[in-house]
Every structure is written in structure tokens, then in C-alpha cells.
């Protein structure tokens, strides 16, 4: 083995570090014989680091004292397959590669030292990462050749590498979790970190804002006025530096908001560094506008109420007061502050004691209230007063004091005076009403049964006439008796609306229900009117479905109803005319009958009172068509009697419908 003269200048100082001899390792060997090998190895076993020395079929030559102990070799030269033993399966391709590249026979002179990061297995299969110098060792008289490998464990340097990176990814993973706008730029003002929270805000991604200016985030007509930027750029000083501040920020639409922002900096390596934490304040300053327009009307309806208003403290002292409440109680003018604020509640009202109790009880945070003739402590009035005592409790529900509307009803009390003189007027009238009311009635029943009485006999005698039980008659004279039945047919019934109605209205109207067919009813009702039907030349066309299951009605009501109906039909169409009457099953259990006639119609402006009592459309008493107006108004009240509903349709000209629906039984 050569030894040049920087080697001996090492042996010969005992004060040198190993350091030293492995910086200047690749000077130290120029040429070697390998059979020197063994007598140069008290010099590598001086080193901290691991020495390897192999040969191009990768077997190990020499290894120092500190490989020997780490791979587990024995004393002496190994002479084992270096890739084997100290290299971990998933390297041996990479360091088999690496090793035989010295001895390929175009290697130039850059190749015959280079290094690498290879891992290595230790005696008990533990990997740890090693930084790799080689140089390139030629044998002195042949071309053998092989590779001094110098081996410096990084594996402690690699793991706080890793574990600062990891500790920095938390970092930033924190930071991007957030619930504020992180925003970092340097000593230009571009921006260098951007969190999720900022991106959210201000819709810039990191890709898009990452060294941009900070003022692409400034309104352009603020950017100016933003003063403080260029001073924190230049110098790092500023105001705004160590305060929060509120300016108005830009978002990528182009749209603006409010931020509330604390900056701070810090200086690395001579250059300034500055970072922001950016929170949107847009609901806050809602709220803050929210509650100055509460306040604002808060502060109107104080001023501007009808109503007297005062506010108490906790001790029941009058700390505010608005101008009526100071008219109400007559304060003489200029004397307000001196007399009503300030003015003790609870040393007050000594001898009114309803307001003392209400004054007690609002202290005591309930709710009161106060409605009597008062007297104004400020002067000689008496005004009669209603006052509702609130109190007001924070939101810790600590007692605040309390507020108090006072009403002035003294216009009220004289208008109820005066109401309740016209309600009893009004019901001395009314009980006059109910007197002629319940006279009429009498009227009318006693009315009815005088009428009715010799119409008996009338009605009788014509019908024994007519059918010639007192002797034959001749044509002329049947016609005349005819005429004698129908009147005093229309007299019967006449006399029984008014009796229907008077019974009606007195309640005592009473019905007897039983199982019906409505075909039947509806064919009574026809029979009845059949000799004015034919009188009139009228066609009757009717239509009941057979599927109509029973009714439960009052046979004689139900028959007056549609007697009444047909009548209609009759006396208000020209000769010759249609009625078309329907019956159907209407869903499960409804049945809906149809009366159509040809006739005269109704007008839409009359259509909605033909149901009232006694209307008619043409009132007078020389209109065309005969009746009382009572007839609609009591088929009303006995199909609803009948839990059922009647109702109209019609157009003056053209003929009307008239609709019933019954309950099946």
C-alpha cells in the first residue's frame, strides 16, 4: 500500500479527527495491492465510519471494526458476498447495478467516485439508510480492481427529516382546518400560503392566489387606502401590526364583504414575512345593522306611542319617560327631569293600593297590572288609567328593572257610558220586536185556523159536486166547480205555509221519520198536480233510477217539498212546456234529484234570494205570476230538516234546475 504524506501527517498527530481523515479518504489511497489489504486495516479501524472494500464479483475484501460489529463479521477478512449479506432484498438490484458501473471498461474518470443513499441490514435484520462515498481502488502491477465503499449511518437524520415533515404536514392539515382565513406572502406582499378556510371566503384556490399580490384580495378603490401594506413590506412596522382591524375584502366574483383581520410579522434571513388571520364578519355586522334598526324603532315607538311609557330600574326609580305619559299625569312644563326621573315607585302610592301591589309584584319579576281612577303624584289630576307593568330580565336572568305602558281611558270610559246607554235602548227595542214578533205569530195561527175552518166544507162540497154525488151536472157547471177545487186548494196551502213558517220559526216544528222511496214521494207530488199539469198541456218526463236505495223523510213534508217544486215549474212556463225530473245515486250514499223545467228563468242578480222568506222577483201587486215568496224558502228548511241541500241553477230565458240532495238511509 502507498501511503502519502497526508496520511502520515494523521498517524504522527494524535490530536486529528476521524472526521478529517474521512473527508480526505479518497486522497489518502492512490494505489493499492490487494495483498496489503490486511496490513492497512489499524487505519480504517480508526474510522467512524463503516469501511468496505469489494471487488467486482461483489465478495468483500476488508471491512473496518465498525462494519465488522454492525454486519456481525468475524476477526479478519470476510470474504463473503457483500450484496448478500449486507444488503436488503428490495436494494439488490439498485446495488448490484451501482457497484459493478466502477468496473465497466468505458467508466471515465467522473465514475470512479461518486455516492448514494443505499440501505444496508444490520446482524439482526434491522435497515437503516446509509449515505455511500466510494472511490475506485487499482491493484499496483495488474488490472484488478474494486470499490472502497465509506459508510455514514443518515438513519437518525432521515427519521427527524421524516418526522419534521410529518409534524410540518399537521401543521398544515391544523391549519387548513381552521375556522379562519390563513394567509401568509412575503417581503413583496405575494402570498405564499392559503388555507381551505381562505379559499372558501375570498373562491380562490391555492393554485390561483399562490404568488399573487395581496391586494388582488383588496377592493381596486381601497387598495390605496388600505395604508399600513407597503409600510409592513418596506419596513414591518405598522399601525395596524398587533391590532385587528376591519377593511373590506374581494372575493373572486368580483363581490365585496366585510373581514375583521390581525396581522402580524416576522423577519428570516434578513426579509420580512408577514401573515394574516382573516374572519368574515358579514352575519356580525348584519346583526349589528339588525340591532341598530331595532334600537332605532325601539326608540320611535318610545317617542311616537299614543301610549305613556316609562322605564324602572332594579330599585324601582323611573329612569326614562316619554312625553305622554308626562301629559297624562299633567307634569307642569321644564319640571320632567326634576320631577318624574328620579322618582321612587316603591316610596310612593301609599294609599293606593292597587298600584302599590302591582308595583311589589313587578319587582319581584312577575308581570302586573293596574286599571282604576289615578292620581297623578305630579299634580291635582284624577284620570282614569290602565297600566301594564312588565319587567325586563337579562339573558344571565338577572332582574333589570322593568317597563310600564300607562293608557289615559278617559274618552274611552265616556264612549262606553255612552255605548252602554244605546245597548239598552237597543234592547228595549228589540224586546218590543220580539213582543210584535211572537204577536204576528199568534196572528197568523189564529189566522190560519179561522181560514181553514170553513174552508173545510167549501173544499168538500165542491169535490161532491164534482163528482156529481148531489145530482149531474153539466159541462159549463163542472168546469166551474173545477175552478171552486183549485182555489181553495191554493187556499189550503197557502194557509199551511204560514202555518209552516210560524211553527219554523218558533222551533216547534215536528217531523216523523220513516223509510221512504223518493220515486213514491215524487209520484204523490205528480199526482197532486196532475189536473193543473193537464190543464196546461205540460209534458212530464221522468227518470228515476231504480238502483236508488230508501230514504228516511218525513212522508207529508217531503211531499209538500216537491209539490212545491212541480208547482214552480208549472205556474212559471208557457203552456206546453217540459219538466224533466231526475233521480240518481250520487257516490255511495247521496241522492240527487233534478227538477228541469222550459220556463222563464231567473235572473243572475235574483238567482242568490230565491230561497229567502217571502222574496219574490216581481214583488208587486200586479206582476204576472201569483204566489206568496214562502214556497222555496220551506222546501229549504225541510230538506235541510233532513240533513240534505237544495240550490238553483237558472239564466232568464232559458229555464231553471232545481237541485236536492238527500242522505240514503
Known amino acids: 500500500m502507498v501511503v502519502n504524506k497526508e496520511m502520515l501527517d494523521f498517524e504522527n498527530d494524535n490530536n486529528s479527527h476521524s472526521s478529517d481523515i474521512e473527508e480526505s479518504l479518497p486522497l489518502l489511497v492512490s494505489e493499492i495491492s490487494f495483498s496489503d489489504i490486511g496490513n492497512s486495516q489499524v487505519f480504517y479501524d480508526m474510522l467512524d465510519q463503516f469501511i468496505l472494500i469489494v471487488d467486482e464479483d461483489n465478495c468483500i475484501l476488508m471491512a473496518n471494526k465498525k462494519a465488522q460489529k454492525h454486519f456481525g463479521f468475524g476477526n479478519g477478512t470476510p470474504n463473503e458476498d457483500f450484496i448478500q449479506l449486507c444488503v436488503p432484498e428490495e436494494e439488490t438490484d439498485y446495488a448490484t447495478s451501482f457497484i459493478s458501473s466502477f468496473f465497466q471498461e468505458n467508466s471515465d474518470e467522473a465514475n470512479l467516485s461518486s455516492s448514494t443513499e443505499l440501505q444496508f441490514k444490520d446482524s439482526g435484520g434491522s435497515i437503516s439508510t446509509f449515505l455511500i462515498n466510494t472511490s475506485l481502488l487499482t491493484d499496483r502491477g495488474s488490472s484488478k480492481k474494486a470499490v472502497l465503499l465509506s459508510c455514514a449511518n443518515i438513519q437518525n437524520k432521515n427519521d427527524f427529516e421524516n418526522e419534521m415533515l410529518r409534524d410540518i404536514e ?24 392559503w388555507n381551505h378556510k381562505a379559499t372558501t371566503l375570498f373562491g380562490f384556490t391555492r393554485d390561483e392566489i399562490i404568488g399573487e399580490n395581496i391586494t388582488t384580495i383588496m377592493p381596486k378603490r381601497y387598495r390605496k387606502a388600505h395604508e399600513g401594506w407597503e409600510e409592513i413590506i418596506s419596513i414591518g412596522k405598522s399601525p395596524v401590526v398587533g391590532n385587528i382591524i376591519e377593511v373590506t375584502g ?9 373581514i375583521e383581520m390581525a396581522i402580524t410579522t416576522t423577519r428570516y434571513k434578513g426579509d420580512i414575512f408577514h401573515g394574516a388571520i382573516i374572519n368574515d364578519i358579514s352575519q356580525r355586522k348584519m346583526k349589528e345593522r339588525l340591532t341598530s334598526i331595532a334600537k332605532n324603532k325601539y326608540r320611535m315607538m318610545f317617542e311616537k306611542s299614543p301610549l305613556g ?24 312644563e321644564g319640571q320632567v327631569i326634576s320631577q318624574v326621573i328620579g322618582f321612587n315607585l316603591i316610596e310612593s302610592f301609599s294609599n293606593d293600593h292597587s298600584m302599590k301591589r302591582a308595583i311589589k309584584q313587578v319587582l319581584a319579576g312577575i308581570p302586573a297590572k293596574y286599571e282604576d281612577d289615578f292620581k297623578s303624584p305630579f299634580s291635582d289630576k284624577v284620570i282614569p288609567i290602565k297600566a301594564e307593568f312588565s319587567p325586563v330580565v337579562s339573558e344571565e ?15 274611552r270610559k265616556a264612549a262606553e257610558r255612552e255605548l252602554n246607554h244605546y245597548a239598552e235602548d237597543l234592547a228595549k227595542a228589540n224586546e218590543e220586536l220580539k213582543s210584535l214578533d211572537r ?72 217531523y216523523t221519520f220513516l223509510p221512504l222511496r223518493i220515486s213514491e214521494v215524487i209520484d204523490s207530488a205528480l199526482y197532486n198536480r196532475d189536473s193543473e199539469i193537464k190543464r196546461k198541456k205540460h209534458f212530464v218526463e221522468k227518470s228515476v233510477s231504480s238502483d236508488i236505495p230508501l230514504i228516511k223523510g218525513d212522508l207529508n213534508y217531503l211531499e209538500e217539498v216537491f209539490i212545491n217544486l212541480i208547482d ?41 234570494n230565491i230561497f229567502n222568506r217571502f222574496y219574490q222577483v216581481d214583488g208587486s201587486s200586479t206582476r204576472k205570476y201569483g204566489g206568496n215568496g214562502l214556497g222555496l224558502y220551506i222546501c229549504k228548511k225541510i230538506i235541510e ?12 230565458g232559458s229555464g231553471t234546475t232545481i237541485h236536492v240532495l238527500l242522505p240514503a238511509k
Open 170 to 193: 399537521k401543521l398544515f392539515k391544523h391549519l387548513d382546518s381552521i375556522p379562519y382565513a390563513l394567509v401568509f406572502s412575503d417581503y413583496r406582499g405575494n402570498i405564499t400560503f
Open 250 to 258: 374581494l372575493r373572486k366574483d368580483d363581490t365585496e364583504f366585510p
Open 309 to 332: 311609557i316609562f322605564h324602572f330600574d332594579e330599585n324601582g326609580v323611573i329612569t326614562q319617560c316619554n312625553d305622554i305619559l308626562v301629559s297624562i299625569l299633567g307634569v307642569p
Open 397 to 411: 336572568g338577572k332582574f333589570m328593572g322593568g317597563v310600564c305602558v300607562v293608557e289615559d281611558f278617559t274618552e
Open 439 to 510: 204577536m204576528k205569530d199568534e196572528f197568523i195561527s189564529n189566522l190560519r185556523h179561522e181560514l181553514k175552518t170553513p174552508l173545510i166544507p167549501i173544499k168538500g162540497y165542491s169535490e161532491l159536486m164534482y163528482e156529481g154525488a148531489l145530482g149531474e151536472l153539466s159541462q159549463k157547471q163542472k168546469d166551474a166547480v173545477e175552478k171552486m177545487m183549485f182555489s181553495s186548494e191554493r187556499l189550503r196551502r197557502l194557509i199551511d205555509s204560514l202555518l209552516y213558517v210560524s211553527i219554523t220559526e218558533g222551533g216547534s216544528v215536528e
Open 568 to 608: 214552480n215549474s208549472i205556474k212559471f212556463m208557457h203552456d206546453g212546456g217540459k219538466i224533466t225530473i231526475t233521480g240518481v245515486l250520487q257516490g255511495d250514499n247521496t241522492i240527487h234529484v233534478m227538477i228541469a223545467d222550459e220556463g222563464i228563468g231567473v235572473s243572475e242578480e235574483n238567482l242568490p
Open 641 to 652: 230538516a233532513h240533513n240534505g241541500s237544495i240550490w238553483a241553477e237558472s239564466k232568464e
